[in-house]
């Protein structure tokens, strides 16, 4: 288990915030709560979170799912297609940020990615990775484990940008509800 395992994070981050409430809901203004959207960077899960009328939180905010801040009434897991155009337009830019801080947890993807079946590896379910790309990276972290997106670039020839590589894997996986595999987003 790694320090980042047992430590209490800062985990989710503010994706929108609606303090008239979703549009959606028949209810007059006055009866609907404000809600917002969050990412939990950790788990890659959304959540809408019911917000008291003095809730002070704000786009880009974070806080730790597990202990919300005060103003928080309630946090529900909900799907992509639950998300506000707000929050659905902040979250790839939310996801590039998360692995810019983290990019060691990231690249560590490229570095420990294991076979699934006899014939399909983790590193296929990244998009763009076909069977010689693939073998590429084997070979190459065989030689030595990656240490930034920077040296993926310059040493396996044919991947382009391995950084938004993840980011799209890990949107694909937030959006779409029937993948049998998954490298970051948890399923239902």
């Known amino acids: 288990m790694s320090e980042s395992d047992v430590t209490p994070s800062e985990d989710a981050i503010v994706l929108d915030y609606l303090p008239h409430?979703?549009?959606?809901?028949d209810r007059p203004?006055?009866?609907?709560?404000p809600i917002a959207f969050a990412l939990d960077g950790d788990e890659f899960s959304l959540h809408e979170l019911t917000l008291?009328?003095?809730a002070d939180l704000k786009i880009g905010d974070r806080f730790d799912v597990s202990t919300p801040p005060e103003g928080v009434d309630s946090v529900r897991p909900?799907?992509?297609?639950?998300?506000?155009g707000g929050a659905r337009s902040?979250?790839?830019?939310?996801?590039e940020d998360l692995i810019d801080e983290e990019e060691d947890r990231f690249v560590a993807i490229y570095n420990e990615a294991q076979p699934i079946t006899l014939r399909l590896h983790q590193l296929n379910l990244?998009?763009?990775?076909?069977?010689?790309?693939?073998?590429?990276?084997?070979?190459?972290?065989?030689?030595?484990p990656f240490e930034s997106f920077?040296?993926?670039?310059?040493?396996?020839?044919?991947?382009?940008?391995?950084?938004?590589?993840?980011?799209?894997?890990?949107?694909?996986?937030?959006?779409?509800?029937e993948l049998k595999y998954r490298l970051f987003a948890r399923g239902e």
């Open 52 to 54: 008291t009328d003095d």
């Open 150 to 177: 920077e040296e993926i670039d310059e040493r396996v020839t044919g991947l382009h940008d391995p950084k938004s590589v993840l980011v799209d894997r890990i949107l694909e996986e937030l959006r779409e509800d």
């Open 126 to 144: 990244l998009p763009g990775i076909g069977k010689k790309l693939r073998n590429t990276i084997l070979d190459e972290r065989k030689r030595k």
């Open 21 to 25: 409430g979703r549009a959606d809901d």
């Open 78 to 84: 909900i799907e992509y297609g639950d998300l506000s």
């Open 29 to 33: 203004g006055y009866q609907k709560p």
């Open 90 to 95: 902040e979250l790839e830019y939310v996801i």
